[in-house]
């Protein structure tokens, strides 16, 4: 896992300069923090013929506000996503999407439902859903205040479903603070994840005539920088996931198997 270096708006550096209290709670101001945010997923699809590599690009830049209340909204300034196969490289246009909100509630403790996203273009389809960008983005804080050595399990269940096609992805994520750190002058805390995941989908394939019914399960690990002022300053986080899919069209199906591994890091940006 590579490091990275997070770079901290003043107002970060303004709240950090504050009592350096333990935190259960996210700090509410009407300030924007911008985040960027890359996933790198190498995927291995183990077909009849053969085994067919893919990478999966994402690179994100994106701007959060916290509203008064629970709500909140949030944007991409800059997007890119990209699919690479033996066929080629696949990058849809992302231009539509920059500036375009999504609306969401924001708890305390940092628990995100979206109340409503950009529509994305159909070219995304097959490559990446971002409907639910920030569901899983932040961490969602325990009910005591965060001090080295404490430990506890956070559960999501994210179940959507349309005429078309259902998802269902489950998660069972356990923490422990570790340390404290510094971050650019701002106290705050190493908090270590482990992280137990499933996912199910059924759907169309687009631009075939087929549906796929997908099975994965997997494991992923990492870091969480959280500010004693109470703001996330960045998370690292590799995984793998495994499974398999079956294809079913006119006249029979087929089963594939499914790797895939990657690694996310978010970091808060200037």
């Not at 983005?137 to 399990?153: H, V």
């Amino acid at each position: 896992m590579r490091s990275s270096t997070l770079f901290l708006t003043c107002v970060v550096l303004a709240i950090g300069a504050r009592s350096a209290e333990s935190q259960s709670a996210y700090a509410r101001t009407a300030d924007t923090l911008r985040y960027r945010e890359t996933t790198t997923t190498e995927a291995r699809i183990t077909t009849p013929q053969g085994e067919v590599p893919l990478t999966i690009e994402h690179a994100a830049t994106m701007a959060v506000m916290l509203l008064p209340g629970d709500s909140a909204k949030a944007w991409y300034e800059a997007l890119r996503v990209a699919v690479i196969s033996p066929a080629g490289t696949q990058a849809p246009e992302t231009e539509s999407v920059l500036k375009q909100p999504f609306r969401l509630t924001f708890d305390p403790r940092g628990k995100i439902s979206v109340v409503s996203s950009p529509t994305f273009p159909a070219s995304f389809e097959g490559i990446t859903d971002l409907t639910y960008q920030f569901t899983d983005f932040f961490l969602r804080l325990p009910a005591s205040p965060l001090k080295i050595g404490l430990t506890w399990t956070d559960t999501l269940t994210r179940t959507t479903s349309t005429a078309e096609k259902s998802a269902k992805l489950n998660s069972i994520a356990n923490y422990r603070v570790e340390r404290d750190t510094m971050v650019a002058g701002v106290p705050a805390f190493v908090i270590s994840m482990r992280q137990q995941l499933s996912s199910e989908s059924e759907g169309p394939v687009p631009g075939q005539p087929v549906r796929a019914r997908s099975l994965a399960t997997g494991t992923d690990e990492g870091v969480v920088l959280f500010s004693k002022a109470g703001r996330m300053l960045g998370r690292q986080r590799t995984g793998t996931l495994t499974g398999g899919m079956t294809m079913t069209f006119d006249g029979g199906s087929m089963e594939v198997g499914q790797t895939f591994t990657y690694k996310n890091v978010i970091e808060v940006v200037k």
